[in-house]
């Protein structure tokens, strides 16, 4: 199976000026861990996870004033929507994070996350054991 067929769609986009709250609140709303950022006046293209924010409010920032911008990462890896589910597992082993932006081009087509991987291998199983 390709990352296309099990990454998740559509991509939620925050921007740098949102705060690390107004990010939370996305994030939850839509169910996911990570939103893709764009700053077209700065780095391009950067990903926000769950954790960038945990970190930030640990560390006592105040989620209603600190804004998204300090908390980016931007040397973001990319999956192509043509890798192996396993390519992207060790790319996601090999940096240590739990998320990949999936791109063609210069165009998002979604976010592939451990929790994708984890559904498409445990319904894999699931039929293989309902076949036997």
């Given at each position: 199976?390709?990352?296309r067929e099990a990454m998740s769609k559509p991509v939620l986009l925050v921007g740098p000026q949102h705060t690390?709250?107004?990010a939370a609140q996305l994030m939850s709303m839509r169910r996911v861990g990570s939103a893709i950022v764009i700053d077209?006046?700065?780095?391009?293209l950067g990903?926000?996870?769950e954790r960038d924010i945990l970190n930030a409010i640990g560390s006592g920032l105040d989620?209603?004033?600190e804004q998204c911008a300090g908390?980016?990462?931007?040397?973001?890896?990319?999956?192509?929507?043509d890798w192996s589910l396993e390519e992207a597992?060790?790319?996601m082993t090999r940096g240590g994070f739990r998320h990949l932006a999936v791109l063609e081009g210069d165009?998002?087509?979604?976010?592939?996350?451990?929790?994708?991987?984890m559904r498409v291998w445990a319904l894999r199983r699931a039929e293989a054991t309902a076949n036997v």
């Amino acid at each position: 199976m390709q990352v296309r067929e099990a990454m998740s769609k559509p991509v939620l986009l925050v921007g740098p000026q949102h705060t690390l709250r107004q990010a939370a609140q996305l994030m939850s709303m839509r169910r996911v861990g990570s939103a893709i950022v764009i700053d077209p006046d700065g780095e391009g293209l950067g990903i926000m996870t769950e954790r960038d924010i945990l970190n930030a409010i640990g560390s006592g920032l105040d989620p209603d004033v600190e804004q998204c911008a300090g908390h980016i990462t931007w040397d973001v890896v990319y999956a192509s929507p043509d890798w192996s589910l396993e390519e992207a597992a060790m790319a996601m082993t090999r940096g240590g994070f739990r998320h990949l932006a999936v791109l063609e081009g210069d165009e998002i087509l979604g976010i592939i996350s451990v929790r994708d991987l984890m559904r498409v291998w445990a319904l894999r199983r699931a039929e293989a054991t309902a076949n036997v």
